[in-house]
């Protein structure tokens, strides 16, 4: 069965870094397009990063540009978001997505992490 496992949240102050990992199984990532969500209580899920099929291409939510960076290592089947300047309004549940786009164009995010809690915070 597929899995996917983040890690590498946690508390930070502001202006610190962290590097959260994605480790997928029963998956090739190669294959997907790989993406990481946030989500804070009371507000929508929100895409924070992608990264295209193979690593090809990336895409970030302005508010991160410059700040975060996602990654791939093929070899060891995960992937990494990198975040540095971090800010309080950067608090939320990272969760992985692993996912296909239909013909039409309609993204299905395929597989979900169970999270891992990013705190940032004085």
């Known amino acids: 069965q597929v899995q996917l496992v983040e890690s590498g949240g946690g508390l930070v102050q502001p202006g610190g870094s962290l590097s959260l990992s994605c480790v997928a199984s029963?998956?090739?990532?190669?294959?997907?397009?790989m993406n990481w969500y946030r989500q804070s209580p009371g507000k929508e899920r929100e895409l924070v990063a992608t990264s295209g099929r193979a690593g090809r291409t990336t895409n970030y939510l302005d508010s991160v540009k410059g700040r975060f960076t996602i990654s791939r290592d093929h070899a060891k089947n995960t992937v990494y978001l990198q975040m540095n300047n971090l800010k309080p309004e950067d608090t939320a549940v990272y969760l992985c997505?692993?996912?296909?786009?239909?013909?039409?164009?309609?993204?299905?995010?395929?597989?979900w992490g169970q999270g891992t809690q990013v705190n940032v915070s004085s």
């Open positions: 997505n692993a996912g296909v786009f239909r013909p039409e164009g309609t993204y299905i995010g395929r597989y």
């Open positions: 029963g998956v090739n990532v190669t294959n997907y397009f």
